[in-house]
């Protein structure tokens, strides 16, 4: 029995011995084997991090522009616009490619549809007639009112007097049967007058403006574009002015210097237009000269400021 139990006891120790020996090994290789693999996980987590930033870093410099004309479908004030700008550009990383596929087809859209739809020539002419006066004529501050400004019974709109974006009343007919009325008179010396361009609801000219946007961008845009609330074709009583047959002339200075424009300068008052925006007159319109934008203001009111040799904002004393 001693012998069994010591022999036993020797058989043990071995098992002992071993035990000690590779279980501290079997220990070491799985904690270096694990260490070993989260090293991996964590460095591989690393890459991705990396290449993420690298993508958040690249992306919002091709996405901002689009992102930029979907906010303006929404937002009419550009002080809006910049602030959504801002906020948003951040969540534009998460679905890089689809964002970019669906949306370019939407942004090549708008200025194919608005060059549809424009005028034929009171498209492009007026870009260039308007250049200089906007950008610093807007006020940022100052947001679409709730009323539009009507002084001694005149309407104004101007860029320091926006419209409500609800102001919609559609052409004048007072104003359209004072055109009439001008257009058999100018008939009679042969000049045959054409109103190209008069009402503009608040839509299309968010329309026309948010393609000039996309097009061109938002500062080169408000050179040559009133944004939405600020066009006096909104109020229905603007008139653009043009001769029949002489279409090269229309919304171009060139007008003023045909037998049509002089006509129209000595004798749109007594039918109750103005020429709204005079030479040399930009500072107090915030308009460049436009040979071929007239105003119904009535006769009364547009006799005294024929006479006078004023603009519309002297005559209000705004
Ligand atoms: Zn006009």
Redesign the pocket.
């Known amino acids: 029995m001693p012998s069994r139990y010591s022999s036993n006891q020797k058989k043990k120790n071995p098992y002992i011995k071993w035990s000690l020996i590779i279980v501290p090994i079997l220990l070491v290789i799985g904690a270096a084997s694990w260490y070993f693999l989260q090293t991996q996980n964590s460095a591989s987590n690393v890459e991705d991090v990396a290449k993420n930033e690298v993508q958040t870093s690249q992306k919002p410099a091709e996405e901002q522009p689009k992102e930029e004309k979907a906010t303006e479908e929404t937002n009419e004030e550009s002080n809006e616009i910049e602030k959504t700008e801002e906020t948003k550009a951040p969540e534009k990383t998460e679905e890089p490619k689809q964002q970019e596929t669906s949306k370019e087809p939407k942004e090549t859209d708008p200025p194919k549809e608005q060059a549809k739809e424009e005028d034929a020539a009171?498209a492009s002419k007026?870009k260039k007639q308007e250049t200089a006066k906007d950008a610093s004529s807007y006020s940022d501050t100052i947001g679409l009112p709730g009323k539009p400004t009507v002084i001694n019974g005149v309407l104004l709109a101007n860029k320091q007097h926006p419209l409500p974006e609800t102001y919609a009343p559609g052409e004048s007919q007072e104003a359209r049967s004072a055109f009439e009325e001008m257009r058999q008179a100018a008939l009679k010396k042969s000049i045959d007058l054409v109103a190209f361009?008069t009402y503009r609801d608040f839509a299309r000219q968010k329309e026309l403006y948010k393609g000039y946007v996309a097009k061109d961008g938002q500062k080169a845009a408000d050179r040559y574009s009133a944004r939405p609330g600020y066009?006096?074709?909104q109020t229905g009583l603007?008139?653009?002015i043009g001769e029949a047959g002489q279409e090269q002339h229309w919304?171009s200075a060139s007008f003023g210097e045909t037998k049509g424009g002089k006509w129209l300068a000595e004798n749109a008052h007594n039918y109750g237009f103005i020429l709204?925006y005079p030479k040399g007159s930009e500072s107090i319109t915030g308009y460049m000269h436009?040979s071929?934008?007239?105003r119904y203001v009535g006769k009364k009111a547009a006799t005294e400021i024929y006479k006078k040799g004023i603009t519309l904002e002297q005559y209000l004393g705004v």
């Open positions: 009171a007026p361009s066009s006096e074709h603007a008139f653009d919304a709204r436009e071929w934008h007239y």
